[in-house]
């Protein structure tokens, strides 16, 4: 079910029957695994049951989750990008990813931008939160030209700190 269209993007559900070959792949670029982390998805099996324990049960349980990405001309996936509840946050967090040959052509800010006015107008979001690794710059970066700010850094998990973000809407 598409949520979002842009000029160029088409933004809807992730589905385990039709997105797992792609989600596989996303998930185990070198870049995904460096900075987001490692979900231990093995398989296209692994990633259709990934797709329905996280991304769908977040449809189900918050109302957002994160999202496919397609290009609108020819629905190619290239990425996704939504918003994850955490237990630990008191808003949501915008995250987004994209596969490394669809990087640097303005894919994840368009996405972001249009996500967080869905945010906005449609879940009623005042303020949402931002992550990213402690070096992942390019990431820091796009969120600062969506009028993120850098707020600091947070210990998630034992040895895993950080930068945190934090907008207005």
Sequence with gaps: ????QTERLNIRELDSAADAEFIFALLNTPKFIKY???RGVRSVDDAAVFIE???RQSYHDHGYGLYAVALRSDNSQIGM??????DNFDFPDIGFA????CE?????????EAMLEYGREKLGFSH???ITSQDNDASGKLLEKLGFVYSKLLEMTAGD?????EADL
């Design 98 to 101: 994209f596969l490394p040959e």
């Design 53 to 55: 324990d996280r991304y």
């Design 104 to 112: 640097r052509m303005g894919y994840g800010f368009e996405s972001a």
């Design 128 to 130: 949402v939160l931002a």
């Design 36 to 38: 987001i982390g490692d």
């Design 81 to 86: 990008c939504g918003f994850v509840k955490r």
């Design 1 to 4: 079910m598409s949520i979002i």
């Design 161 to 165: 700190t950080v930068k945190l973000f």
